[in-house]
Every structure is written in structure tokens, then in C-alpha cells.
């Protein structure tokens, strides 16, 4: 809670904290993540949490260790002063509530470290999340943990959002992580997703997905919707570096980099400026453009889907999509290499190697495609 006592002036303080944190760590667009606890204080109090309990270390309970955690403004930084809490390897059943505290949690091997929610008394369901993270101006460090049966939930309440999320070297079993509402950075790096665990994004401003590894899953495991809200930088959302993704982006969001992932299919509808760049899109679907405008599709490997290449599509009496598709290497799917349903979707196309697709390397129609020589004359010449 924020104290009273020059209250308007530390807000205003924790706002100009907060840029310049967000400016260092991500003005190159990519944002290279930088220890939090170098960011807070100089001398974090530590505290320690095993399944022994004392006096080996000083608690046994997570959530114990957290409300320890100190809460208030006395530090010169301005924000809530953080701790950083070590967990030992062990099994801890609990469903974490991190509410207005700066904490850092380090596991210490998510190998050897497991968290999942205790299940409930009435039966034998679990809690429907593994840690809750919200609050005014706050920021949460999480790493080295197994999660196990509920997802990591984060939201901006109020317009009072988070100030910042790093969830880095985790593994994710039936879980993963939802965001909902915020503003703020929220960073996601080097962390494995099994079972088909995923991300969940809506109306976020700010999500950096960088180097995870997904496991193979017939749905999507990176889903953003409405990532809209106002952001200082752009791309609102790069999502780069991903290991085996099905990506979807939907519902007005825009403002997106998908850059240097493999993945087995891209789902693009109702939005606006995507760049997708530099991809492996392979044994899956291709990507799919649905009533979205200002798309560019380049130097992308696009080979062996089950379905196009690339798919162009209108639906739903909504924007008329536009499309750019530049020097793409787009081999040996199993129908179309390029769909488009109309011609003049597809604004740019030039420099694509496009050959070896099983029902042509160019089609234009939607029920009933067809092979195209005018598409292929518009991406050729000639």
C-alpha cells in the first residue's frame, strides 16, 4: 500500500523509475533481460524457504516467505522495496498470491523444484492458477521452477498495472501463463512448455516471448489477443527465437514482430502490421492471413505444411486484407505454395523461390481455387 506521506511525489517517482528501467532493457526492440535484483536494491534481504522447515531455512511455505516480504517506501529507490526468495528443491503444494511486493523468486533447479496448487477440499480439482501476480507498480522475477497443473496469472487491475514480469528458465507441465490487461514489460525467455502448455495474452501492451521451447501440440501455444493498449516502443509484441510454436494473433492487436521462430503454423486475423521475418514454418499449416491489413511475409522457409503455403482470406464483411510476400522460400506443401482468395490481397510479391507444391505454386479462389497465372505473372514479372 502506499503510504500517505509525500504520496503524489513517489508515484511520480516510481513512474520515472519504471521508463528508465523499461528504456535500458528495451529500447533495441528485442530487450535483453537484465537481473532484476540488480535493478532494485543494492542488498536484498534473502529469504530462504525448504520443506524442512527451521532451522535449515526459514520457512516452509512460499506464500509465508512473500508475506514476509517487506512493503512500504522507505527505500531511496522509490519502489516497493524486493527480497529475494530461495526455494530449495522440493515438492510445495500452493497457490501463490503476490500482490502489491516486489519479489524475486529463485528456484533452485526446476529440475529439483516443483510447484503446483494444492487441490481442493471439496474435491479433487486443484486451484485454477499456481501464482497470481498484481498490484500497483510492482515487479516479480521468477525462475528455476517446475510448474505443474495451473498457470502463472497476471493481471492489471484498475489501471494500476504491474510495473514488470520476467519469468525466465522455468519449465511448464499443464500449465503456462495468462496476462491479462497490462501495460507494463512482461518477459518470457528460455523457459520449456510441455503438455501443451502455452501463452495466453489479452490487451497487453508490452510482451516480449523470446527462446522458449514448446512441445508438440495440436493447439495454439502462443495466443495474443487485442495487444493494443498504448506502448512507448514498438513492436508492442516480438515474439523471436521459439522452438516449435503455433503462434495466433487475433482481435484487433497490432504492432507485432514474429522473427526467427520455427513453428508448424502462423494464424494472423483482424489485425494490423505484422511483420512476420526470418521463420522456419514447417509440418503444419503455413500462415494463414485472415481479415488483417499491412502484413509482411519475408525471407521466411515455408516448406513441407499440409495445407498452402500462405493463405489469404476474407471473411466476416470485415477489413480487406494486404499483404506483402518477399523473398520467402515456399517448397513442396501439400496444396498451394500462395492462396490468395482475391488477386489484389497479395499488394507485394517479389524475390520468393516458389516451386514444387503439390496443387500448384500459385492459386486464387476460396471454395473452389484455382491455379493462377496472373499471380504468378504478378510475383514472376513478366
Same mark, same amino acid.
Given at each position: 500500500?502506499?503510504? !500517505?506521506?509525500?504520496?503524489?511525489?513517489?508515484?511520480?517517482?516510481?513512474?520515472?523509475?519504471?521508463?528508465? $528501467?523499461?528504456?535500458? @532493457?528495451?529500447?533495441?526492440?528485442?530487450?535483453?533481460?537484465?537481473?532484476?535484483?540488480?535493478?532494485?536494491?543494492?542488498?536484498?534481504?534473502?529469504?530462504?524457504?525448504?520443506?524442512?522447515?527451521?532451522?535449515?531455512?526459514?520457512?516452509?511455505?512460499?506464500?509465508?516467505?512473500? =508475506?514476509?516480504?517487506?512493503?512500504?517506501?522507505?527505500?531511496? *529507490?522509490?519502489?516497493?522495496?524486493?527480497?529475494?526468495?530461495?526455494?530449495?528443491?522440493?515438492?510445495?503444494?500452493?497457490?501463490?498470491?503476490?500482490?502489491?511486493?516486489?519479489?524475486?523468486?529463485?528456484?533452485?533447479?526446476?529440475?529439483?523444484?516443483?510447484?503446483?496448487?494444492?487441490? @481442493?477440499?471439496?474435491? #479433487?480439482?486443484?486451484?485454477?492458477?499456481?501464482?497470481?501476480?498484481?498490484?500497483?507498480?510492482?515487479?516479480?522475477?521468477? #525462475?528455476?521452477?517446475?510448474?505443474?497443473?495451473?498457470?502463472?496469472?497476471?493481471?492489471?487491475?484498475?489501471?494500476?498495472?504491474?510495473?514488470?514480469?520476467?519469468?525466465? !528458465?522455468?519449465?511448464?507441465?499443464?500449465?503456462?501463463? &495468462?496476462?491479462?490487461?497490462?501495460?507494463?514489460?512482461?518477459?518470457?525467455?528460455?523457459?520449456?512448455?510441455?503438455?501443451?502448455?502455452?501463452?495466453?495474452?489479452?490487451?497487453?501492451?508490452?510482451?516480449?516471448?523470446?527462446?522458449?521451447?514448446?512441445?508438440?501440440? $495440436?493447439?495454439?501455444?502462443?495466443?495474443?489477443?487485442?495487444? *493494443?493498449?498504448? #506502448?512507448?516502443?514498438?513492436?508492442?509484441?516480438?515474439?523471436?527465437? =521459439?522452438?516449435?510454436?503455433?503462434?495466433?494473433?487475433?482481435?484487433?492487436?497490432?504492432?507485432?514482430?514474429?522473427?526467427?521462430?520455427?513453428?508448424?503454423?502462423?494464424?494472423?486475423?483482424? *489485425?494490423?502490421?505484422?511483420?512476420?521475418?526470418?521463420?522456419?514454418?514447417?509440418?503444419?499449416?503455413?500462415?494463414?492471413?485472415? =481479415?488483417?491489413?499491412?502484413?509482411?511475409?519475408?525471407?521466411?522457409?515455408?516448406?513441407?505444411?499440409?495445407?498452402?503455403?500462405?493463405?489469404?482470406?476474407?471473411?466476416?464483411?470485415?477489413? !480487406?486484407? #494486404?499483404?506483402?510476400?518477399?523473398?520467402?522460400?515456399?517448397?513442396?506443401?501439400?496444396?498451394? &505454395?500462395?492462396?490468395?482468395?482475391?488477386?489484389?490481397?497479395?499488394?507485394?510479391?517479389?524475390? =520468393?523461390?516458389?516451386?514444387?507444391?503439390?496443387?500448384?505454386?500459385?492459386?486464387?479462389?476460396?471454395?473452389?481455387?484455382?491455379?493462377?497465372?496472373?499471380?504468378?505473372?504478378?510475383?514472376?514479372?513478366?
Amino acid at each position: 500500500m502506499l503510504r !500517505e506521506k509525500s504520496g503524489v511525489f513517489k508515484i511520480i517517482m516510481m513512474l520515472v523509475l519504471t521508463l528508465t $528501467w523499461a528504456l535500458v @532493457n528495451w529500447s533495441d526492440g528485442e530487450g535483453a533481460h537484465s537481473d532484476l535484483e540488480a535493478f532494485l536494491q543494492p542488498e536484498l534481504p534473502i529469504i530462504t524457504v525448504c520443506p524442512e522447515g527451521p532451522p535449515t531455512c526459514q520457512f516452509t511455505k512460499i506464500q509465508d516467505a512473500i =508475506n514476509s516480504a517487506p512493503e512500504d517506501f522507505s527505500h531511496p *529507490s522509490l519502489i516497493n522495496p524486493a527480497a529475494i526468495i530461495q526455494v530449495a528443491p522440493g515438492v510445495y503444494e500452493e497457490s501463490l498470491l503476490i500482490l502489491n511486493k516486489s519479489v524475486i523468486l529463485r528456484g533452485a533447479d526446476r529440475d529439483r523444484v516443483f510447484l503446483r496448487p494444492p487441490k @481442493n477440499k471439496n474435491d #479433487s480439482r486443484r486451484d485454477f492458477f499456481s501464482i497470481f501476480i498484481s498490484g500497483s507498480y510492482v515487479i516479480v522475477d521468477i #525462475s528455476g521452477f517446475t510448474i505443474q497443473g495451473a498457470p502463472i496469472a497476471i493481471m492489471g487491475v484498475g489501471g494500476w498495472p504491474v510495473s514488470g514480469v520476467a519469468i525466465t !528458465e522455468n519449465r511448464f507441465e499443464k500449465s503456462g501463463i &495468462g496476462i491479462y490487461g497490462t501495460d507494463s514489460p512482461i518477459y518470457i525467455e528460455r523457459n520449456a512448455f510441455l503438455s501443451c502448455s502455452g501463452i495466453e495474452a489479452a490487451y497487453v501492451g508490452w510482451l516480449r516471448i523470446l527462446k522458449n521451447a514448446f512441445d508438440d501440440c $495440436w493447439r495454439y501455444n502462443i495466443n495474443i489477443e487485442g495487444a *493494443s493498449l498504448l #506502448s512507448a516502443e514498438k513492436p508492442r509484441v516480438l515474439i523471436a527465437e =521459439n522452438m516449435e510454436a503455433i503462434v495466433r494473433i487475433s482481435a484487433g492487436s497490432h504492432d507485432i514482430v514474429i522473427r526467427e521462430n520455427t513453428l508448424s503454423k502462423i494464424d494472423v486475423s483482424d *489485425s494490423e502490421v505484422v511483420t512476420i521475418i526470418g521463420n522456419v514454418i514447417h509440418e503444419g499449416s503455413g500462415v494463414v492471413v485472415y =481479415n488483417s491489413r499491412d502484413i509482411v511475409i519475408s525471407a521466411n522457409q515455408i516448406e513441407n505444411n499440409r495445407g498452402n503455403g500462405i493463405t489469404i482470406e476474407y471473411l466476416y464483411n470485415q477489413k !480487406e486484407p #494486404s499483404v506483402q510476400i518477399v523473398n520467402n522460400r515456399i517448397i513442396r506443401n501439400d496444396r498451394f &505454395g500462395i492462396l490468395t482468395e482475391k488477386l489484389e490481397y497479395v499488394t507485394v510479391c517479389q524475390g =520468393n523461390e516458389i516451386r514444387e507444391n503439390r496443387e500448384g505454386d500459385y492459386g486464387v479462389g476460396s471454395v473452389f481455387p484455382q491455379p493462377s497465372p496472373e499471380l504468378k505473372a504478378k510475383c514472376e514479372g513478366g
